[in-house]
């Protein structure tokens, strides 16, 4: 949601790190800061590690430009771990879990002139029952340098006494209708609601409605796909409140084709998601992205090469990055964030290339021996359903990944399905598979991919597989080199690649195949198996190569697809 009257409060901020959990403000701070990047990060100037049993303080002075009668909210994408926050002194509101934004109204605490806003953030990384994806205190391999502390935007809004708090958008592409659901905050809200729906400046709706739930018939609608994109803008006027945003009219959903495979489909026409591993780690922010130009930039690369889809891994990406996806037309996968451990090396790494299958209500072997630890996933998987629910390009939810956590993998698919069941589910990704959800889900590294029909009727998809590495002088930031497979030079890696995708891909596509993930989008640290290294500024393998084979596969399945019929 979209206001004008808003203010960036990203920039230099203070900081310092005490010993123990958060007690008084400290009178005296350690030095400067640069907000949103973690203070582990070379871009936040800082350059040190929060410890756990340590605790990081932020401040800022700011002013307001508060009208009469607004409140004033103050809006943090993300701040990890847990974090108490202080407004001239006073404690505004409290936050656990370092993936999920939070506001808060701090109107009450707001003064004439200079406002001091304060942050006390504790992190205890993998030490803890929270949510913290591939970060470990003792990285190395596929585990990363832990962050900390603010690492996404700080900004404040100002609002009318009565305004929209939160908005549901609902495309239903069948009916050629899209529903909105606003949740208001203060008093009754005004009886009217203002609905304007634009393509490009044309208003195609306008109407007024009663109530906070709206049917909107769209005319003579426009699709969403990656091939073309389109987005509807939306104005909503409530009262004094205002808020823009936008949809796409698109419905994700399974297909059966000719030959009786499922497939992925996409407004009633069958779609192979060809796509690649993406971690969200950049060389110099960590968990942030230099820029948003940083981010379109490479979202645009991955477009350019033929890819119609990222798999976001244990992370929870800033609302603009699924923007971007949303405007440049590329399907998200998006993993929930993964937790719970410490993980046994024999069920994680081991016995799933034995073969063996593990009931996942055996809490202990999987790392979720703590009930609390298992109600904190599931609050989280409800706080991400909540945050990304109007993603237009968000088309698969991945709740686990190879076992790390996992637990109860049945309901979890269950009750996600009832908090969204507009998108399919790769339940558990790799292994331990326990028959539920939309998707048959392989991870293949070394060894040869042979599709087995599925017992369930679901769609399959290999969903990591290549992880080829080649080390690149100069653009590297470890002398630990991690991969599946070390490779000498560019040409070797293309070869390579190109083989196992004939093999892989198109060998498997006319068969069944729905779903490709390439492991990965960019090198992470040690892990130097991305087509791109860990500062983006190499492409390791031949572009025209990467193209030419990902234009055979979409040939193929389409070819493999036809006179398919909806399930």
């Not at 942050?119 to 205890?124: M, R, Y």
């Not at 909105?180 to 009886?191: A, D, E, I, N, R």
Request: hydrophobic share 35%; glycine share 10%.
């Amino acid at each position: 949601m979209m206001r004008k009257h808003w203010e960036n409060l990203n920039g230099v901020w203070e900081y310092a790190i005490l010993e123990g959990v958060p007690g008084r403000i400290p009178a005296r701070f350690d030095g400067e800061i640069v907000v949103p990047f973690s203070p582990e990060s070379a871009l936040s100037g800082v350059g040190r590690r929060l410890e756990p049993g340590q605790t990081l303080w932020y401040s800022r002075k700011v002013r307001f430009d508060a009208g009469e009668g607004e409140r004033v909210l103050l809006h943090f994408g993300a701040v990890d771990q847990c974090c108490t926050v202080y407004c001239n002194g006073n404690t505004a509101g409290r936050h656990e879990g370092g993936y999920w934004p939070f506001s808060l109204d701090i109107t009450e605490f707001v003064k004439e002139g200079e406002n001091l806003i304060q942050l006390a953030v504790t992190d205890e990384s993998d030490g803890g029952l929270q949510a913290y994806g591939k970060q470990r205190m003792e990285r190395g391999g596929i585990w990363y340098t832990p962050q900390s502390g603010i690492w996404q935007t700080v900004w404040v809004e100002y609002v009318p006494e009565v305004y929209i708090r939160d908005l549901k958008i609902t495309p239903h592409y069948d009916e050629g209708c899209v529903d909105f659901t606003l949740f208001f905050q203060g008093q009754l809200p005004p009886s009217e609601v203002l609905l304007e729906i634009f393509d490009g400046d044309t208003a195609v709706v306008r109407e007024k409605f009663q109530g906070n739930r709206i049917r909107a018939v769209v005319p003579e609608f426009k699709s969403w796909s990656p091939e073309s994109p389109f987005l509807y803008r939306v104005i909503l006027t409530v009262g004094e409140d205002c808020v823009e945003s936008y949809f796409g009219m698109r419905k994700f959903g399974m297909m059966m084709d000719a030959h009786g495979y499922p497939r992925l489909a996409l407004n009633g026409r069958p779609v192979f998601h060809n796509g690649l591993l993406d971690q969200g780690y950049f060389s110099d922010g960590l968990y942030t992205a230099p820029s948003d130009e940083a981010i379109v930039e490479e979202l645009s690369r991955v477009k350019a090469l033929g890819f119609n889809m990222l798999r976001k891994h244990i992370k929870i990406e800033p609302m603009r990055w699924y923007y971007h996806c949303d405007r440049l037309g590329i399907f998200v996968w998006q993993d929930f964030v993964s937790g719970g451990g410490p993980f046994n090396i024999w069920m994680t790494q081991n016995l799933p290339f034995l073969g063996v299958e593990v009931k996942d209500d055996r809490y202990k072997l999987l790392g979720r021996r703590d009930p609390l630890g298992r109600r904190i996933f599931e609050k989280n998987m409800r706080d991400t359903v909540k945050a990304l629910y109007n993603v237009v390009s968000l088309a698969v939810w991945v709740p686990f990944n190879e076992g790390w956590g996992q637990f109860d993998a049945v309901r979890i698919a269950q009750t996600l399905h009832k908090l969204d069941p507009t998108r399919l589910i790769d339940h558990a990704s790799g292994w331990y598979d326990q028959g539920a959800g939309d998707i048959r889900s392989y991870h293949v590294y070394n060894r040869r991919f042979r599709m087995k029909k599925d017992p369930c009727g679901r769609i399959q998809a290999l969903t990591e597989f290549g992880g080829y590495s080649c080390p690149s002088r100069k653009h590297m930031v470890s002398r630990r080199l991690f991969g599946y497979r070390i490779l000498k030079s560019r040409e070797e890696l293309t070869e390579v690649y190109e083989k196992l995708y004939r093999e892989e891909v198109l060998g498997n596509v006319e068969h069944g195949l729905s779903a490709a993930v390439y492991t990965q989008v960019s090198d992470v640290e040690d892990e130097i198996n991305g087509l791109f290294t860990y500062d983006r500024a190499v492409l390791k393998i031949n572009k025209e190569t990467v193209r030419r084979i990902n234009r055979e596969i979409q040939e193929m399945f389409e070819k493999a697809s036809a006179a398919a019929d909806t399930l």
